[in-house]
């Protein structure tokens, strides 16, 4: 895991939900992405890809559509990696 990358607990995703002007951050496979600025192009509509938001969206995105590259199509929108509650920011 890279230095450069925001050490998010579950906690501090569990805020990001998009509402109450936050951004709408999810994780995907122990990544963190902020899925705000892809929202108006979720082919699935806006309501659906917000159902992950602020908590771990693996296991929905895996029952939807597996097929869907999301490292490739969120890279740019990638802000952090997911760790345990107990670990210290750093
Ligand atoms: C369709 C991306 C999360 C529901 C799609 C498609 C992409 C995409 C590329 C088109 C797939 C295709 O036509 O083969 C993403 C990304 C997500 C995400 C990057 C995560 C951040 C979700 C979630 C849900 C969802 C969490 C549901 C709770 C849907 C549905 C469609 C769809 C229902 C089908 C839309 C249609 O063809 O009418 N998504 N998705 N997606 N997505 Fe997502």
Redesign the pocket.
């Known amino acids: 895991a890279g230095a450069a990358y925001l050490r998010v607990t579950p906690s501090m995703l569990r805020r990001q939900t998009g509402r109450r002007g936050k951004d709408a951050w999810?994780a995907?496979g122990g990544r963190v992405?902020n899925?705000t600025p892809?929202l108006p192009f979720?082919?699935?509509g806006e309501p659906?890809?917000l159902?992950?938001a602020g908590r771990d969206?693996t296991k929905?995105?895996g029952e939807?559509?597996p097929?869907?590259n999301?490292e490739t199509?969120?890279s740019s929108c990638l802000i952090g990696l997911l760790v345990d509650e107990t670990e210290a920011q750093s």
């Open positions: 999810t995907l992405y899925i892809y979720h082919p699935g659906e890809l159902r992950t969206g929905l995105f939807i559509h097929w869907v999301y199509m969120l």
